[in-house]
């Protein structure tokens, strides 16, 4: 480790970096500077510039405008960049797409130690604990190809590190892993980071994660819209969040007031703009009367809701009102007559291994069920065969009423199917992709035209009829997507990881098109995701793990059911996370789990708890942690679930 | 340049091949299936071609005349008839491809020392073997000539080989093929294949293997190494050369063994020779590799120039000596046009290195070129 280095030195700072793609501009004027030791975070959406200006960082990408400098060198030329390529580490987007398929995890790593030439008395050690740290020691003989998305996130890790670099860049190691798998990774970057005295770059697209970072700069449309320390950015906000009770919450008056309103299932969080708690009180309680005092609480705005207002006040977009229970699934007389999906023991093998094991769940019209699980639980498998793509080994499927193993084409034809990679056709326009999968199924001119209109409208595409379906942004390009899947009117959409890489704003504009379909228009839809906060909006829930359906309750049921199991959640925030977590697991918590940078931890009686705690931290001569009761979400309740069947089924496999 | 990382990279890139069984297939089985369909395709050897002859004449002169035709391996006899409507018919049905037609007074006329006409009806839809038949018909035409002129008598069926000889004109050119006594066409045509299929598979293995990691962003491993551009296509080379060498050694022998050319020079020299050619080609690869992103592209760009190269600007129908000048420039930009006359005239007439030292050093010099240019054109830090 460079340690005479100059330690104010920043480690890097680009200075009004500008980078264009022939005529499509990736990055205009981005300035940031990443501190030593510093966990540095990039956020935005897909399309925001993020990976140009981790490869211009890296040295791989060159760019027209301003300056990069990393370790104080200016890295303008192929030249340049190779003087610090030495002590740094780079990890390209890509779940493993980096990493070879073919060979183990551990010949993996020989090779990037040797490409790097780490002599073998230091690599082989160092191996050794990346190894341990990460626990794919076991599987060291296992080919890459074969890893699950968490394994394949950690072994790039092992491999951007063997060479002991000071500074690693990590273009969205978490996209597309399960909620489970990312929160170990970010445990593992935080010891790396602490140990070795490593300074990290890193990018994604989750918003949730930004509390993790020690620094961040939120990107939209090639720009830094912000940048600092998560609490600085979010007091810099000048707003709070009024929690209002959803029974208590009058959702019209409300939004004419708020342009900001966000529906979770029992509560609507109204972004109120005023550095003030009382001001915020008064503001809301206007709206809903003073009756409704008890039923409101003034919280501090999460970044989420920072950037969410950021991007409504550059862009000047309304956001769609989000609506979890405001406004209930319709329940026919005869509610339970007949599924609109019915999957009985539906079961797929793919040689021994077993991808789907009995799965069984029904999902009523009008419903949103949200299948759930980490990466290869089994959830694609199962959507693929609910739409005919795929035979099941065993089981029965009943989709629209027809059974999907003698009835495939007439499935089809009920079904709307939206799979993870927005099957477009991008040299088309909008309306031509539209049209085109109006011939697809069948529909006859004049009604395919009517149709195309609905679902312009539908999903705000008017305007853009003639726009390349490849120009479009993320979010209007899923929403395209989505109008394809529904252009024929089906009863029953599958949604196979719909809102992957798209901006909050357009997650918002999404679900509220999910939430009319269903409503209004009786629906049924199934669908996968990896954001949490999309689960709390779903009716109902299947949690799968290894092929299985564990759990599948609503999510209120679903929270209801583990406090009772283990008690109330408490949130520990403390200076020194990583070394607090390890204190309170070895002083009899066993459940403590890193949380942003606090840890979430569940108890029965709370007071005695936080005595322990207190008790344990300060043997461990940490300082005195602050101890606040929240609400249970569904990453708390998933996470749990998640980790007691992984400790069961480690517990069965010695 | 540090030897270690180039073995680095060359080791991982063979454990890789070995285990990819897809890649596996394209490196060892395309190459023989190529050389196979090739030679099956492009030789035109005309054998046991159906034959009809329509004698209008039915004298002793006239069967004699057909029996002459019909001694030859490459006629077959089909049909025989008296009626001209049946030329028409065998053609159209296609039971034959060529119909004799003799004439009326065939005998008379040709005692009578008349000049006497007859006529051979070739099925003209199908061109390349039309045309060597028509030459086999015209060479067998000719000696019967030959003899008729002395005279016409002595060819008939009971004219005995004494008279015949005693009848032969006072000079008669006799023509040997040299290299390829019997003419077959698997002699001309195989060494031309062995340059095609070395043309061919080198660069798309070596494009394919380069334009991948592109496609998948394991390239950002070495972008943003330390690992220099000129040891990273040393990692990508070294393993497509050898995988290369096993063909080219597979390759020969089938048309050795297989196809039963024989090979008339000397091993170790022929081995250097394609071992100079195997690198000038796979280099040809890593500067296509270079240029593309997409796996589709390399594809379609080594393929297609290869096909176009190595049938058009190498020499394979016609010497190159013979070309028009831009052709003959053309030909020059690629190795194809140098290994040729090296690979005709090492294995099949033995000629040793000392003869075709400028082709060679041509080769050794092209190598060392275009890995020069794919260095040059290759970029760790790049504009997209």
């Known amino acids: ?654 | 340049m540090t030897p270690k990382r180039v073995l680095a990279l060359a080791g991982k890139e063979v454990r890789e091949i070995l285990r990819d069984r897809l890649y596996l297939m394209l490196a060892f089985l395309l190459p023989i299936t190529l050389l196979v369909v090739f030679a099956y395709g492009m030789t035109s050897d005309v054998k046991n071609v159906g034959f009809v002859v329509v004698d209008e004449d039915q004298t002793p002169t006239s069967r004699d005349y057909a029996r002459q035709f019909l001694a030859s391996r490459h006629f077959r006899l089909v049909a025989s008839g008296q009626d001209p409507a049946l030329i028409d018919e065998v053609l159209r049905t296609e039971r034959a491809r060529v119909v004799l037609w003799i004439g009326p007074d065939f005998e008379k006329r040709l005692l009578a020392r008349q000049p006497v006409e007859v006529a051979a009806h070739i099925d003209g839809a199908v061109t390349p073997p039309g045309r060597t038949i028509r030459a086999y018909l015209e060479a067998i035409n000719a000696q019967a000539n030959a003899i008729y002129q002395t005279n016409p008598r002595l060819a008939q069926a009971d004219a005995g080989p004494d008279c015949c000889r005693q009848a032969a004109p006072p000079v008669r050119m006799e023509t040997r093929f040299l290299y390829n006594p019997e003419v077959r066409n698997i002699v001309m045509v195989a060494p031309s294949l062995l340059m095609l299929v070395l043309l061919l598979v080198p660069p798309l293995l070596i494009a394919v293997s380069v334009v991948r990691e592109k496609e998948s962003g394991a390239i950002y491993n070495i972008a943003s190494s330390t690992v220099s551009r000129f040891e990273f296509l040393l990692g990508k080379l070294l393993p497509a050369v050898m995988i290369c060498m096993i063909n080219a050694v597979v390759l020969w022998l089938l048309v050795a063994f297989y196809f039963g050319v024989a090979f008339r020079g000397s091993v170790p020299q022929f081995a250097f020779a394609l071992l100079l050619y195997v690198l000038a080609t796979a280099g040809l690869g890593l500067l296509v590799s270079a240029a593309v992103r997409t796996q589709q592209a390399a594809i379609i760009i080594t393929t297609i120039t290869a096909m176009i190269v190595a049938t058009q600007f190498a020499g394979f129908f016609a010497p190159l000596d013979t070309a028009e000048p831009a052709n003959r420039f053309l030909a020059r930009l690629f190795p194809a046009g140098y290994f040729l006359p090296v690979v005709r005239g090492m294995y099949l007439k033995g000629a040793g290195m000392g003869v075709y030292w400028v082709e060679l050093a041509a080769l050794a010099v092209y190598s060392g070129v275009v890995l020069w240019l794919a260095h040059a054109f290759f970029r760790k830090r790049t504009k997209a």
């Not at chain 1, 140990?195 to 020690?214: C, G, I, K, N, Q």
């Not at chain 1, 149709?451 to 705000?460: D, F, H, K, T």
């Open chain 1, 1 to 654: 480790m460079a340690s005479s280095a100059n330690a104010a030195e920043p480690v890097v700072a680009v200075e009004r970096l500008g980078k264009r793609y022939r005529r499509a501009v990736a990055l205009q004027a981005v300035s940031l500077t990443v501190p030593r030791g510093q966990l540095y975070g990039l956020i935005g959406p897909d399309g925001a510039g993020k990976s140009s200006l981790l490869k211009a960082v890296a040295g791989v990408l060159s760019y027209e405008e301003g300056a990069v400098r990393v370790f104080g060198k200016l890295i303008d030329s192929e030249r340049a960049a190779e003087d610090v390529k030495a002590r740094l580490g780079f990890m390209p987007q890509g779940l493993g797409l980096n990493l070879y398929g073919e060979l183990s995890i551990e010949e993996n790593v020989d090779f990037f130690a040797r490409l790097r030439l780490v002599p073998a008395h230091e690599a082989a050690p160092r191996k050794e604990r990346l190894l341990a740290m990460t626990r794919l020691a076991p599987y060291r003989e296992r080919p890459m190809k074969n890893l699950s998305g968490g394994m394949k996130q950690k072994l790039g890790l092992v491999c951007t590190l063997i060479h002991a670099p000071e500074l690693i860049i990590l273009d969205e190691p978490t996209t597309g892993v399960d909620p489970v798998s990312r929160r170990d990774f970010w445990v593992i970057l935080a010891q790396l980071i602490e140990e070795h005295r490593l300074t990290a770059l890193v990018s994604t697209a989750y918003l949730d994660e930004a509390s993790r970072f020690d620094r961040l700069a939120l990107m939209h449309a090639g720009r830094v819209m912000a940048e600092g320390e998560p609490e600085r950015l979010v007091r810099d906000a000048r707003a709070r969040i009024v929690e209002l009770q959803a029974d208590a919450a009058q959702p019209g008056p409300l939004e004419q007031r708020f342009a900001q309103i966000d529906w979770r299932a029992n509560v609507a969080r109204i972004y109120v703009e005023g550095d003030d708690d009382d001001s915020a009180r008064r503001a809301v309680l206007d709206v809903v009367g003073p009756a409704t005092a008890p039923h409101l609480a003034v919280r501090q705005p999460e970044l989420e809701d920072v950037f969410v207002a950021l991007l409504r006040a550059q862009d000047g977009v309304a956001i769609e009102p989000l609506r979890g229970l405001s406004a209930p699934a319709p329940r026919h007389a005869s509610a339970d007559a007949e599924h609109a999906i019915d999957a009985r023991e539906l079961t797929r093998s793919f040689g021994a291994f077993r991808a789907v094991d009995a799965a069984s769940f029904g999902v009523h019209y009008g419903e949103i069920f949200g299948l759930l699980g980490a990466n290869g639980a089994g959830k694609t498998t199962v959507i693929k065969m609910l739409t005919g793509i795929l035979p099941p080994s065993s089981g029965l499927g009943r989709v629209a009423g027809a059974d999907m193993r003698r009835a495939g084409q007439a499935i089809k034809e009920r079904i709307g199917y939206m799979s993870q990679a927005f099957s477009l056709y991008t040299d088309l326009t909008v309306m031509e992709n539209l049209l085109l999968f109006a011939g697809v199924y069948g529909l006859e001119r004049r009604l395919a035209q009517e149709r195309a209109r609905w679902v312009l409208a539908l999903g705000g595409l008017e305007g853009h009829e003639d726009r390349a379906a490849s120009s479009l942004p993320m979010g209007l390009r899923q929403r395209l997507a989505l109008g394809c899947a529904l252009i024929h009117q089906p009863r029953v959409l599958f949604l196979d990881e719909p809102t992957s890489g798209v901006d909050p704003i357009g997650r918002r504009r999404f679900w509220a098109i999910l939430q009319e379909l269903a409503r209004e228009q009786g629906v049924a839809i199934l669908l996968t995701t990896h954001y949490m906060s999309e689960a709390e909006l779903c009716d109902r829930l299947a949690l799968m793990f290894a092929g299985r359906v564990v759990a599948d309750a609503t999510p209120a049921a679903m929270k209801a059911q583990l406090a009772a199991e283990q008690g109330q959640l408490l949130d520990v925030s403390t200076a020194a996370p990583a070394a607090a977590l390890a204190a309170m697991r070895a002083a009899g918590f066993p459940g403590a789990v890193l949380h942003g940078r606090g840890i979430h931890v569940m108890a029965h009686d709370p007071r005695d708890a936080q005595e322990r705690m207190r008790a344990a931290l300060e043997r461990a001569g940490l300082p005195e942690p602050l101890v606040a009761r929240r609400e249970l979400s569904m990453e708390d309740v998933f996470v749990h679930r998640i980790l007691a069947l992984e400790a069961a089924a480690a517990a069965r496999t010695p």
